[in-house]
């Protein structure tokens, strides 16, 4: 084993070991796992009081379609010590597959040590850390997308599991509007299916509780949690503490219907990998709420702005999502509504780091939408080796 490779494996040890001890000693809340428990207890009792109930001291409701309701299932069966330590275990191996498919993504070949290096330091960017410690299913998504996204062309069901991403939480639908306009139809056609099945399997197996999910509780994004608090880093969020009110209305309605065509039409001009950044970070921005931990695609974006060889910006990406500056303003209570004008940029910095983002895409030199890089197949040899809710 070379120095390189030891430095990088004793980091990844550090890292790790350091995690666990924070964790430990703030008792491994993961709020985000006793409501997936909750959902898979619900479905096993019938699934009829599925968006009925709230846990913990937010008061955290479920939120995601009948699809995600079922697989969270099996989680009703384990014991919460063993539930949270498997959650803890595997979101630090997924940070490990997204460093590495993020590489891939971004055309970079590394050696395996660098990948573990990488994601020893991503473990620390704060919307990773946020989805460790909650218990999240973003890493999961994330790198399910990016894999698919990642196929070689033309491979079988190639944006089926990308439809089943957008069947766990919605939000990956954007990924699929992307792809019909970037002019890839087939994947686009086989992610609906892929949704639609999850849909249907839903229908077929919680019928009241997709009425209702599809019917009514889609709709009341308030029952997710208060838009204008710090947690939450979308275009609302930035809009309702600029503007002081919890109500922006129509003054954040325009600008995120002006950001969703903007962003999708810089998508479609740009190269493949670009164009899946400028989508991820469209849906962040446009969507209603965007907790601080939905910014994992802060990784495929920093491996990105590497292989495009500007290096100091992506020392500063990753330093702008270590800072966790949100966290260091007043906002307990209703404070956020009441922050300063030199207070806002400090409140809302993934929302104007996508902006930007966004801005720079935007305006940079079309390259044409070139299919993405591909992992190489098993048999080719690898490149060198209600409150504040989560």
């Known amino acids: 084993m070379t120095a390189p490779s030891r430095c ?17 000693l703030r008792g491994l809340p993961m709020a985000d796992v006793l409501v997936y428990r909750a959902e898979g207890a619900a479905v096993l009792a019938g699934g009829g009081d599925l968006y009925g109930f709230t846990v ?12 995600a309701a079922l697989l969270f299932a ?10 949270k330590g498997a959650f803890l275990l595997g979101n630090i191996a997924l940070v490990v597959a997204l460093v590495r498919l993020s590489c891939r993504f971004a055309g970079l070949r590394v050696p395996w040590a660098v990948v573990c290096g990488a994601a020893a330091l991503a473990l620390w960017l704060e919307p990773v850390f946020q989805t460790v410690l909650f218990g999240q299913i973003n890493l999961a998504l994330a790198c399910l997308i990016l894999w698919d996204l990642t196929r070689p ?4 069901g190639k944006g089926v599991a990308l439809g089943i991403a957008t069947g766990i939480k919605l939000t990956p639908a954007v990924f699929i509007v992307y792809l019909f306009l970037a002019g890839r139809r087939r994947e686009a056609a086989h992610a609906v299916a892929g949704f639609a099945g999850t849909v249907v399997v839903g229908a077929l197996v919680l019928p009241y509780a997709s009425g209702e999910f599809w019917a009514r509780r889609l709709y009341e994004t308030g029952r997710v949690g208060k838009a204008w608090i710090v947690d939450n880093q979308s275009l609302q969020g930035l809009v309702a503490r600029v503007l002081h009110t919890a109500e922006p209305g129509l003054w954040w309605a325009v600008p995120a219907g002006i950001v ?5 039409y810089a ?8 164009g899946v950044i400028l989508a991820a970070f469209t849906a962040l921005l446009v969507s209603p709420i965007s907790w601080s931990h939905h910014w994992v695609w802060c990784v495929p974006l920093i491996a990105v702005v590497w292989s495009e060889g500007h290096r100091r910006a992506a020392w500063a990406l990753a330093a702008l999502f270590t800072s966790r500056t949100m966290w260091l303003l007043p906002h307990e209570g209703n404070l956020d509504l009441h922050l300063t004008w030199w207070q806002q940029p400090l409140a809302s910095p993934y929302t104007l780091v996508g ?8 305006h940079a030199h079309a390259a044409p939408c070139a299919a993405l890089p591909t992992l190489p197949s098993p048999s080719s040899p690898t490149s060198s080796e209600q409150g504040r809710p989560h």
């Open 355 to 362: 902006c930007t983002v966004l801005w720079a895409y935007r």
């Open 267 to 274: 998508a479609r001009r740009q190269s493949a990998a670009r």
């Open 153 to 156: 062309p033309g491979a079988p």
């Open 74 to 83: 099996p989680t009703a069966w384990v014991p919460l010590p063993v539930l």
């Open 260 to 264: 969703a065509v903007a962003g999708l």
């Open 56 to 67: 913990t001291e937010w008061r955290l409701p479920a939120t995601y379609p009948p699809f």
């Open 8 to 24: 990088a494996y004793a980091l990844v040890s550090l890292s790790v070991a350091a995690l666990a001890a924070l964790c430990a």
